[in-house]
């Protein structure tokens, strides 16, 4: 190993750092604008009446919530009384010797209890993990994986995460042929082709075919998007499809100016689209005047290979 790979490997199996500490005890009003941003109307989240009669004597929030609690601000700071060092130290140092690109690879979480109003949250952090230096697809670097306990008020533990990311070194670009004499320029940056997995690629296998798939639960007939394995209404795991009229309108909508990323044009303007049937997706818009994108605006799918062998589902205003 190197000296390099020695002191990379340093990093995994110190002691956790924190308690990095939430803003505000767990409380009814976040909870319901979380539900209502995602849509999830479990009456144990925010209705008091029927939680008070469920098996929780009141209401609690939806586990998937775990770490809203205690994150950083938007400004970057900790809450008061938080550990002063950054957990992620390690991620500083592979940038400093050539891995300077991130991209976040998956997340786990585990639950050992239902956190209720009132509850007084805090986690340790420590890197569980980094894996040898590995070669993708996005370029050469290392998975480290980051292990986030969650404890309340009494020092009982309510939960944990695990955040993995790949910081990486992309290989270098080749380089688009040119005139003798002149300099050479550098080739275009491509998109990232969608992620196909078990769950969603009947999804990208109908935008190929010209079809907006959306997911159906064959127990209760819940629609659902994005894709899944298994119903957020009832739990079954049997599921089928249903084609989309393909029509819509603008749920919400933001245009992006800075930073400018390749390959997007710019200003770029990104769709929440609620379709027909009623699910949602994000997209982009095109063929139409930016004053035309307004919250409430009919729109319709547009199937579009924005590059060889990739197909997206894009959306334009229909006036």
Known sequence: MSETDEKIQGYVGLPPCGPYNSWDE????????????LGDENPVYIDPDFAAKSVHGGLVAPPTMLQVWTMRGVGGKWAP???SREPFEVFEYLKTIGFPAVVAVNCEQSYYRYVK??????????????????????GTGYFVTELEEYFDQNGGKVGDMRFRVFLYRAPDRAQEAAPAGEPATPAKIKRFRPIENHDTKFFWE?????QLLIQRCKACNTLRHPPGPMCPSCQSLEWDTVSSSGKGKIYSFVVMH??????????????????????????????????????????????????????LPLFRVVK
């Open 26 to 37: 767990v409380n009814a009003p976040m909870i319901r604008q979380l539900c209502e941003a």
């Open 81 to 83: 009384g938080s550990d």
């Open 117 to 138: 109003p009132g509850d007084k949250l805090h986690h340790m952090s420590s890197i569980e993990s980094i894996s040898p230096q590995k070669t993708t697809a996005l």
């Open 206 to 210: 109908g935008v190929r075919h010209g």
């Open 258 to 311: 800075h930073p400018q990323i390749p390959p997007f044009d710019y200003p770029n303007t990104i769709l929440l689209v609620e379709l027909e049937e009623g699910t949602r997706l994000v997209s982009q818009v095109i063929d139409t005047h930016p004053d035309d994108v307004q919250i409430g605006a009919s729109v319709e799918v547009v199937f579009r290979e924005v590059e060889e062998g990739c197909t």
